[in-house]
């Protein structure tokens, strides 16, 4: 079945530094979302990408789908404390079916 | 605009017993989605419902059972729980069907002893 695969499981940096997390799935996607959940809290959606190459950004956040619509990537510049939680991708193979499937997430701590 | 709720927040019960957890899903959103959430795990698709019909399903035994009312929210129902099915189960509501955006309640935390 389809599979969604996130690196780095967790991710340590100094505040002011950046970070990237990638997500790799096992088959084409229709399009993937973006969620994050603070800790002690509840997924709450980023964005979406649909387009092959898409590359979207929402202030520090750079978004990107990649050619072959199987990976994308969340890169945050310049990290803020307020940027901690765990980041997850969400999968949709374009199936009838709801069927989304998240990946296991990047724990992302700052340190002041 | 009220966002999604669910009831309880928490709840404990024993190997062998029924669950029934609820969900309010948003204003104007027909589509509700369950998922659980093991501890340091993404979210796992459970199924969807639409219009009071279970939309799809993942992979999950037939224990796993569901319902929405016309007014949009929607139950879980676990029977004979497992030590396993403790998690946070979390509801989202949507505008349309299949993998559209999510929006998340804040989850109830199920333990099972």
């Known amino acids: 079945g389809q599979q969604v695969m996130q690196i780095p499981q967790y991710q340590h940096v100094q505040e002011g530094e950046d970070f990237t997390t990638y997500c790799n799935s096992s088959?084409?996607?229709?399009?993937i979302q973006w969620y994050k959940q603070r800790p002690g809290g509840h997924p709450v959606f980023l964005i979406q990408?649909?387009?092959?190459?898409e590359v979207k950004k929402q202030k520090r956040l750079t978004f990107q789908f990649g050619e072959a619509k199987k990976n994308s990537s969340l890169h945050i510049t310049a990290t803020q404390t307020t940027d901690v939680g765990t980041y997850f991708c969400?999968?949709?193979?374009?199936?009838?079916?709801?069927?989304?499937?998240f990946g296991k997430g990047t724990k992302l701590s700052v340190k002041p | 605009e009220t966002g999604v709720t669910q009831s309880p927040t928490h709840l404990i019960k024993t190997r062998g017993q029924q669950v029934t957890l609820r969900c309010s899903s948003q204003?104007?959103?027909?589509?509700v989605s369950w998922y659980q959430q093991a501890l340091g795990q993404g979210p796992q698709f459970i199924f969807q419902?639409?219009?009071?019909?279970?939309?799809g399903r993942g992979n999950f035994p037939p224990r796993f059972s569901g319902l929405q009312f016309p007014n949009y929210s929607s139950e879980l129902n676990v029977n004979a729980l497992e030590l396993d099915d403790s998690a946070l189960y979390l509801c989202?509501?949507?505008?349309?069907?299949?993998?559209?955006?999510?929006?998340f309640g804040p989850g109830t935390r199920l333990t099972v002893l």
């Open positions: 989202a509501s949507s505008l349309r069907t299949g993998a559209d955006t999510q929006y």
């Open positions: 088959t084409t996607l229709s399009n």
């Open positions: 990408l649909v387009k092959s190459g």
């Open positions: 969400a999968g949709w193979d374009g199936g009838s079916q709801g069927n989304l499937i």
């Open positions: 204003s104007g959103h027909n589509t």
């Open positions: 419902y639409y219009r009071e019909e279970e939309n």
